[in-house]
């Protein structure tokens, strides 16, 4: 089977390397991919947004299944025409992607499922959002409607924060992705990631996350794209997994088929945990980056049979052969990063890392300059590992941290406090 992965992150890296570790996989291309993923791939170059592009470039190559990577596809409809192509895809259409790409979207379907989630209101004006804001006090969370790449959410301590962040999503702090607003009850508890295969009716659990968003150790300083996650996460006992399926993702999952746009692919949950009892934070249509990481190390070859089951209907009946094991990604990241950070400094050590199926170095922004691998983008490196226990991973994931030799860059000395 030819394969092509279309990202080119730390989240693509991982699924290269787990579906190259299935005898199944033939040809595997990744578009644009990156120099970690170059060393295990044909790295192509494609406007993955472009579906017509994306289509003659699986004409030309006889590819067979296509895995979309980051949502900006999805939401562009590049799985739709790839299906209309008559191609096998793992990845949800875009009417089905408004479940990460619409917040209102997402809020209707909770309200009509009956899925346990804040309490919200949608707003178009900067008045209206205000006065609701003052009526309801703080703490309160402002969030920006369309894709703002994780960035279009404040939660507000005070009403005057709430109120200054209404008036910079207005004056299009994120461009059109803040030109309608939705304010929601500020949610307490612990924040866990659950993901599942869908295959438009069924859906097969493959694993549990946490992250870390915050920039700095102990969970403080600028909100990331996430600096390190673990697998599985404590909080989502057997019991709450049960729960969160019979709550939230099976009456989503149903009335996503009652509309008639069955949802195929990941569906990524966002879940904040109280008591045990489980409530949606929100809904991503995608891996998470750097979750993905940690589930590719736990699931191996075997993710590659359960994504093409996902997108051939075919998961009932499916299961994931789990080992008992916890698994850790570091993320090393330019000095600077989120805010302005350097591009192009050689990163060595990197041949001295072992790469096996406990350890592995997925590279998230790196390029190739005269045979040696460069930093080029804010998340680089994802340092990942496996074992037994968490605190195993750990010390496999910081002894690779401690063979990169990077000045320009630096990672959180702290991933998995919380579990550890
Ligand atoms: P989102 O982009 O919706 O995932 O929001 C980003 C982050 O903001 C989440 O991971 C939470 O940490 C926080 N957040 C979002 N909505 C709420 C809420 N209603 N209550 C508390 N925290 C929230
Ligand atoms: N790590 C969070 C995300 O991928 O959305």
Redesign the pocket.
């Known amino acids: 089977m030819n394969i092509l992965i279309l990202g080119g992150g730390g989240r693509e890296h991982s699924l290269a390397w787990a579906v190259m570790q299935n005898p199944k996989c033939d040809r595997l291309f990744v578009a644009p991919g990156n120099a970690g993923i170059a060393q295990i791939a044909e790295c192509a170059a494609l406007d993955i947004e472009n579906g017509a592009a994306v289509v003659n470039f699986c004409d030309g190559n006889a590819v067979d299944f296509v895995i979309v990577g980051p949502e900006a596809p999805l939401a562009a409809g590049v799985a739709d025409r790839l299906r209309e192509a008559g191609l096998t895809v793992f990845g949800p259409s875009a009417e089905a992607a408004r479940l990460e790409t619409s ?1 209102t979207f997402t809020k209707e379907i909770c309200a009509a499922a009956g899925v346990p989630t ?1 309490d919200w209101a949608h707003f178009t004006d900067a008045d209206a959002a205000k006065i609701h804001v003052r009526a309801q006090g703080a703490p309160i ?1 402002v ?1 920006a409607d369309g894709l703002a790449a ?1 960035k ?2 404040v ?1 507000a301590e005070t009403v005057e924060a709430a109120e200054r962040a209404i008036d910079e999503m207005f004056a299009g702090a994120f461009g059109d992705a803040g030109a309608e607003v939705v304010i ?5 508890g612990e ?1 866990a990631s659950f993901f599942v295969l869908c295959d438009g009716e069924t859906a097969l659990p493959v694993g549990t996350a946490q992250d870390h ?1 915050r920039a700095g150790e102990g969970d403080t300083g600028p909100n990331t794209g996430g600096m390190g996650a673990y697998s599985p996460a404590p909080v989502l006992t057997e019991a709450v997994a049960r729960r969160v399926m019979e709550r939230i993702i099976h009456p989503t999952l149903a009335e996503m088929a009652r509309r008639g746009t069955p949802y195929r692919g990941v569906l990524y949950a ?1 879940l ?1 945990i109280e008591d045990a009892r489980p409530r949606l ?2 809904y991503n249509v995608r891996f998470g980056d750097p979750e993905c990481q940690v589930l590719m190390m736990r699931l191996g070859a075997q993710a590659l049979d359960l994504m093409q089951a996902a997108a051939e209907g075919r998961l009932e009946g499916t299961r994931v052969s789990w080992a008992e094991d916890h698994a850790m990604t570091v993320v090393m990241a330019a000095r600077g990063y989120p805010g302005a950070y350097e591009k192009g400094e050689v990163i060595g050590g990197l041949e001295d890392c072992p790469e096996d199926s406990f350890n592995m170095v997925f590279h998230a922004g790196t390029a190739e300059r005269d045979g040696r691998i460069v930093a080029a983008g804010g998340r680089v490196l994802n340092v990942t590992a496996r074992g037994a226990t968490l605190g195993e991973a750990r010390d496999r994931a910081y002894a690779m941290v401690d063979c990169i030799d990077w000045p320009g860059g630096f990672c959180r000395r702290d991933i998995g406090w919380r579990a550890l």
């Not at 929601?184 to 307490?188: A, D, F, S």
């Open positions: 917040k804040a969370v969030k994780g279009g959410v939660v929601e009850e500020c949610m307490t924040e968003k966002g904040m934070v929100e």
